[in-house]
Protein backbone atom coordinates (compact mmCIF):
# COMPACT_ATOMS: atom_id res chain seq x y z
CA UNK A 1 0.00 0.00 0.00
CA UNK A 2 1.72 3.33 -1.04
CA UNK A 3 1.13 6.40 1.18
CA UNK A 4 -0.24 9.45 -0.29
CA UNK A 5 -0.38 13.04 0.40
CA UNK A 6 -2.18 15.71 -0.49
CA UNK A 7 -1.09 18.93 -0.66
CA UNK A 8 -1.77 22.93 -2.48
CA UNK A 9 -5.15 23.69 -0.89
CA UNK A 10 -5.74 27.02 0.32
CA UNK A 11 -7.68 30.35 0.11
CA UNK A 12 -8.78 31.47 -3.22
CA UNK A 13 -11.00 34.31 -4.68
CA UNK A 14 -14.00 33.23 -7.13
CA UNK A 15 -12.42 32.81 -10.31
CA UNK A 16 -9.34 31.66 -9.05
CA UNK A 17 -6.98 28.86 -10.26
CA UNK A 18 -5.15 26.27 -7.37
CA UNK A 19 -3.09 23.13 -8.24
CA UNK A 20 -3.15 19.93 -5.70
CA UNK A 21 -0.50 17.89 -5.82
CA UNK A 22 -0.88 14.05 -4.33
CA UNK A 23 2.57 12.64 -3.72
CA UNK A 24 3.08 8.79 -3.60
CA UNK A 25 5.66 7.09 -1.27
CA UNK A 26 5.78 4.49 -4.48
CA UNK A 27 5.38 4.54 -8.05
CA UNK A 28 1.42 4.63 -8.80
CA UNK A 29 1.92 2.50 -12.26
CA UNK A 30 0.27 -0.62 -10.84
CA UNK A 31 -2.63 0.46 -9.88
CA UNK A 32 -5.95 1.10 -11.88
CA UNK A 33 -6.78 4.71 -11.32
CA UNK A 34 -6.18 7.54 -9.56
CA UNK A 35 -8.45 9.92 -8.28
CA UNK A 36 -9.67 13.00 -6.87
CA UNK A 37 -12.59 13.35 -4.60
CA UNK A 38 -13.73 16.06 -2.32
CA UNK A 39 -15.95 16.08 0.77
CA UNK A 40 -18.05 19.10 2.67
CA UNK A 41 -19.20 18.69 5.84
CA UNK A 42 -22.25 16.56 6.15
CA UNK A 43 -22.21 15.41 2.61
CA UNK A 44 -20.55 11.60 1.32
CA UNK A 45 -16.96 12.02 -0.31
CA UNK A 46 -17.82 12.57 -4.24
CA UNK A 47 -15.39 11.19 -6.81
CA UNK A 48 -14.42 14.56 -9.28
CA UNK A 49 -11.61 13.50 -11.49
CA UNK A 50 -10.61 10.32 -11.86
CA UNK A 51 -7.06 9.11 -14.48
CA UNK A 52 -6.98 5.31 -15.37
CA UNK A 53 -4.60 4.80 -18.30
CA UNK A 54 -4.50 7.63 -20.35
CA UNK A 55 -8.43 8.74 -20.22
CA UNK A 56 -9.84 10.82 -17.79
CA UNK A 57 -13.25 11.50 -16.28
CA UNK A 58 -14.85 14.71 -14.82
CA UNK A 59 -17.77 15.10 -12.64
CA UNK A 60 -20.30 17.62 -14.57
CA UNK A 61 -19.89 20.05 -11.91
CA UNK A 62 -15.98 20.74 -12.44
CA UNK A 63 -15.79 19.60 -16.55
CA UNK A 64 -13.66 22.09 -17.88
CA UNK A 65 -12.41 23.20 -15.18
CA UNK A 66 -10.60 21.21 -13.74
CA UNK A 67 -7.55 18.60 -14.76
CA UNK A 68 -6.28 15.89 -13.56
CA UNK A 69 -2.65 14.50 -14.39
CA UNK A 70 0.37 12.18 -13.42
CA UNK A 71 4.23 12.58 -12.78
CA UNK A 72 5.40 8.94 -13.16
CA UNK A 73 8.60 10.09 -12.45
CA UNK A 74 7.58 11.93 -9.42
CA UNK A 75 4.76 9.68 -8.61
CA UNK A 76 2.91 12.68 -8.32
CA UNK A 77 -0.82 13.29 -9.35
CA UNK A 78 -2.03 16.93 -9.97
CA UNK A 79 -5.62 18.14 -9.87
CA UNK A 80 -5.36 21.84 -11.90
CA UNK A 81 -8.39 23.44 -10.53
CA UNK A 82 -9.91 26.82 -12.55
CA UNK A 83 -12.22 28.87 -12.26
CA UNK A 84 -12.75 28.38 -9.12
CA UNK A 85 -16.42 28.22 -7.26
CA UNK A 86 -17.60 28.90 -3.94
CA UNK A 87 -19.35 25.40 -4.33
CA UNK A 88 -15.40 23.89 -4.34
CA UNK A 89 -15.16 24.53 -1.48
CA UNK A 90 -13.99 21.56 0.68
CA UNK A 91 -11.92 19.02 1.42
CA UNK A 92 -10.03 17.28 -1.53
CA UNK A 93 -8.55 13.71 -1.19
CA UNK A 94 -6.37 11.38 -3.95
CA UNK A 95 -6.88 7.95 -3.60
CA UNK A 96 -5.99 4.68 -5.30
CA UNK A 97 -8.83 3.04 -7.12
CA UNK A 98 -9.20 -0.18 -7.71
CA UNK A 99 -11.22 -2.89 -10.07
CA UNK A 100 -13.82 -4.66 -7.87
CA UNK A 101 -16.16 -6.91 -9.78
CA UNK A 102 -16.72 -4.74 -12.60
CA UNK A 103 -16.59 -1.41 -10.06
CA UNK A 104 -14.27 1.46 -9.78
CA UNK A 105 -13.71 1.64 -5.85
CA UNK A 106 -11.13 3.88 -3.93
CA UNK A 107 -8.64 2.79 -1.69
CA UNK A 108 -10.56 1.86 1.67
CA UNK A 109 -7.68 4.55 3.31
CA UNK A 110 -7.55 8.10 3.39
CA UNK A 111 -4.88 10.97 3.91
CA UNK A 112 -5.44 13.68 5.59
CA UNK A 113 -6.28 15.67 2.29
CA UNK A 114 -6.15 19.22 1.97
CA UNK A 115 -8.68 22.14 2.47
CA UNK A 116 -10.12 24.32 -0.12
CA UNK A 117 -11.45 26.97 0.14
CA UNK A 118 -13.30 29.72 -2.56
CA UNK A 119 -14.49 33.19 -0.96
CA UNK A 120 -14.54 36.75 -1.43
Known amino acids: QVQLVESGGGLVQPGGSLRLSCAAS????????MGWYRQTPGKQRELVAL??????NYADSVKGRFTISMDNAKNTVYLQMNSLKPEDTAVYYC???????????????WGQGTQVTVSS
Open 95 to 109: NTVFLVHGTLVPDRY
Open 51 to 56: LRGGDT
Open 26 to 33: GSLLSFVA
